[in-house]
């Protein structure tokens, strides 16, 4: 993903068609957590290139491999904690090397 995946710039019914769900689908995503796209001004939802992807792995998940939506919730909760879990690990990774470094 590239620096600005977070822009909002999709309306909802072309995030649709780029997931390949109905517009339905996506209002249920939200209100259940799934996904939290922005709003424009005048309310309108818009989906990020980061928030398609992130549809696209909810869609795999359920269509692919038959994992329901209780399953898809916790699936993505835990993949996100071990993203910041290796995130944390690098940083601690990099400090112990500036450590090592100031030691010498």
Not at 18 to 36: A, C, D, K, N, S
Not at 66 to 80: D, F, T
Not at 90 to 101: A, F, I, V
């Amino acid at each position: 993903m590239n620096l600005d995946d977070t822009e909002p710039c999709y309306v909802i019914s072309v995030a649709a068609r780029m997931v390949g769900v109905q517009t339905h689908t996506l209002r249920y995503y939200e209100r259940v957590g799934i996904i939290e796209p922005s709003r424009s001004g005048g309310n309108i939802r818009l989906y990020s290139e980061r928030d398609i992807a992130r549809l696209r792995r909810v869609k795999t998940l359920m269509d692919d491999m038959g994992v329901n939506l209780a399953g898809v919730e916790v699936i993505m909760r835990v993949m996100q904690q071990i993203l910041e879990l290796q995130n944390h690990v690098q940083e601690l990774e990099s400090e112990l090397d500036r450590l090592r470094q100031a030691g010498h």
